[in-house]
DNA sequence: ACAAAAGTGTTTGGAGTACACCCATGA
DNA sequence: TCATGGGTGTACTCCAAACACTTTTGT
């Protein structure tokens, strides 16, 4: 009997993911339809799951994304756990988890993990029917969500904005493959909520080595177009 | 029936807990004897214990060192979880464990912390008769440790070092109440690992408007004495 | 021709780094 | 008086911030 596929219902993950789409951070969550009693009750929740007997925890995060997205490789940190014995003590929350495990559950400590997807990826989401969506972190706030994933959300954010801060080259998770300057300085400016000046943000780019310009530019704007440039990391 | 004491054997915190003797980062280990067959094995291991079932993550590191040393208002700092299924793979670990608790155990989460103390204030070391010790951080890679506390070490350095980085105040927590300019410049050279210039270095810490100079200087030290100074965290 | 965003240099202030000598004290 | 660490100032370099006009392109 081995433990591959064998859950522990004791501990899970949770994905914080975020994507740019040019004008603000957002975030992935799980749209979850509750039927009780006579009232359909709605909310919304991070990807997660428990983790596998088998499992390193960096897996089972990644697991989460890849059943959820069909990507792989994406960028992932973990960043902090939860274990305040009452966040699992809703009973919806803990009549939900029984219903989709079929399992007995008490108590969980959830491991929490930030992601940054590319948004414009198409993405496929296999959440057999539930709808996952993009919401605007600002919306965040005022959201019904599950658990304690409000205060995930929140702590997420604050340590991928630092970890942003310490190695910028993890923006380049967040932007398409070819990408302008400005919308490079768009992203840069959203998560550090600044508002760079134009002229000192090209200076401070043009140090960062691994920014290419490529022999292309921007086609289909109704105005000059700017050049296009690619991160590349073999340029130290 | 409540939770209150019953422990939870799939979940434990560890802390690294970091203190300055005026020359070196140590951490405090706690040896641990095992009889085995007809030899004796000696390892150490990290302070820690599995949760109980009514306590938050935070609140169960907290009652380790306070069990451990006697003292509260520890700063401590939840940093990593590891869960490699392996990490509790040793047999000799899992006998320990069981022998300890006097539960079964099966794979064993921990959550991380790493606490800052002041190496001068005269510990109370609780561990019912098992040696607690500091030791230098430059030891601990050619020592004997159980379970993944190498690795958790490590990784707890690394944090640390980042949070003096961006929070000197943290500096503080590990120097005595007084203290003098060449004792913090001594440690912050421990920390960053580097050799700071004396001028420069009075002149950066003049701009930390937290450390204030006492009316009072060292004494029976056999040179020029040194003034004294205090962190006092109301200066902003 | 006009609307809209792209692209481009210079100046200034603050922070970090390098560097050498005299001072106070105890033995 | 000597050995030991304490305490102090200046000059240079580098980076971040402020600031305005011309260029390109589509409509």
């Given at each position: ?33 509750i039927q ?127 970890r942003f ?47 290419v310009a ?23």
């Open positions: 009997m081995s433990d591959d596929k064998i859950y522990n219902p004791h501990i899970s993950v949770d994905c914080v993911v975020f994507g740019f789409d040019g004008e603000a951070l957002k975030v992935l969550l799980i749209e979850r339809n009780e009693q006579n009232e359909l009750y709605n909310d919304k929740k991070l990807p997660g799951s428990i983790i596998f007997n088998s499992e390193d925890l960096d897996e089972a995060a990644s697991r989460v994304l890849t059943e959820l997205t069909g990507l792989k490789n994406i960028y992932l940190s973990q960043f902090q756990s939860f274990g305040n014995p009452k966040r699992t003590s809703n009973p919806r929350d803990v009549l939900w988890l029984e219903r989709t495990t079929q399992l007995k559950i008490g108590r969980i400590v959830t491991v929490a993990y930030v992601a940054l997807i590319k948004i414009n990826r198409k993405l496929v989401f296999n959440a057999d029917g539930t709808s996952v969506n993009w919401y605007d972190i600002k919306d965040v706030a005022g959201m019904n969500l599950a658990f304690d994933h409000a205060e995930i959300i929140k702590k997420g954010l604050a340590y991928i904005r630092h801060d310490i190695e910028p080259n993890l923006l380049f998770e967040l932007l398409p493959r070819k990408f302008t300057i400005s919308q490079l300085r768009s992203l840069y400016d959203t998560v550090h909520q600044t508002r760079s000046d134009v002229r000192n943000f090209q200076k401070k780019i043009t140090q960062w080595s691994y920014v490529l022999d292309e530019i921007e086609i289909g704007v109704p105005h000059r177009a700017a050049r296009l440039y690619k991160f590349d990391i073999k340029n130290k």
